[in-house]
Antibody, heavy 121, light 107 residues
Framework: QLQLQESGPGLVKPSETLSLTCTVSGGSISSSRDYWGWIRQPPGKGLEWIGS???????YYNPSLKSRVILSVDTSNNQFSLKLSSVTAADTAVYYC?????????????WGQGTLVTVSA | DIQMTQSPSSLSASVGDRVTITCRASQSIDTFLNWYQHKPGKAPKLLIYAASSLQSGVPSRFSGSGSGTDFTLTISSLQPEDFATYYCQQSYTTLYTFGQGTKLEIK
């Protein structure tokens, strides 16, 4: 069974870069069907898609975050990563990594447990 | 971006009730619509994909319908474990977008 696990600092200072890694187990990140993504949920708010990446390195970003986001993939370690620069308090959220089987037309059927990242001095 | 609007934002119901949540897209999305259940401290769980297909392992009391811009999620007989927040999500474009959520509470 596919499992995803987020890791990274739970506290980031304003103006710095938030960095998270998602480790995939029980399956290969190089699967031709799968796209890997990050989703976040600020406290008391809804879900926001941050971006997606394919194992080849092709990326698809939310336009509202595109200038600050970089996604990368490490196939040798079955991991993918998120970097969000110039963070502010508005970036405080639970960050989830997830898998979807296809770029469009599919649901998100595997999720990590989520990790709370707080932006504060 | 395609905007997704759910109604109601919150709902109180009793065990055994039939409940319907609606979701409207800002443009036609065919049947590229998914529903999730989200409980505090847990990851969202995919319930329905492609508007009406039940995800494996999801109880049959959950059902979905709709196409184009208007969709519904129905729970035929509420169980105690169904009290949660429900989100719709469009998968018509590469940028998936979610509704704002419907919080289902115990009456």
């Amino acid at each position: 069974q596919l499992q995803l696990q987020e890791s990274g600092p739970g506290l980031v200072k304003p103006s710095e870069t938030l960095s998270l890694t998602c480790t995939v187990s029980g399956g290969s990140i190089s699967s031709s069907r799968d796209y890997w993504g990050w989703i976040r949920q600020p406290p008391g708010k809804g879900l926001e898609w941050i971006g997606s990446i394919y194992y080849t390195g092709s990326t698809y970003y939310n336009p509202s975050l595109k200038s600050r986001v970089i996604l990368s993939v490490d196939t040798s370690n079955n991991q993918f990563s998120l970097k969000l620069s110039s963070v502010t308090a508005a970036d405080t959220a639970v960050y989830y990594c997830a898998r979807r089987e296809g770029l469009v037309g599919t649901g998100v059927d595997s999720w990590g447990q989520g990790t709370l990242v707080t932006v504060s001095a | 971006d395609i905007q997704m609007t759910q109604s109601p934002s919150s709902l109180s119901a009793s065990v055994g009730d039939r409940v319907t949540i609606t979701c409207r897209a800002s443009q036609s999305i065919d049947t590229f619509l998914n529903w999730y259940q989200h409980k505090p401290g847990k990851a969202p769980k995919l319930l329905i994909y492609a508007a009406s297909s039940l995800q494996s392992g999801v109880p049959s009391r959950f059902s979905g319908s709709g196409s184009g811009t208007d969709f519904t999620l129905t729970i035929s007989s509420l169980q105690p474990e169904d009290f949660a927040t429900y989100y719709c999500q469009q998968s018509y474009t590469t940028l998936y977008t979610f509704g704002q959520g419907t919080k289902l509470e115990i009456k």
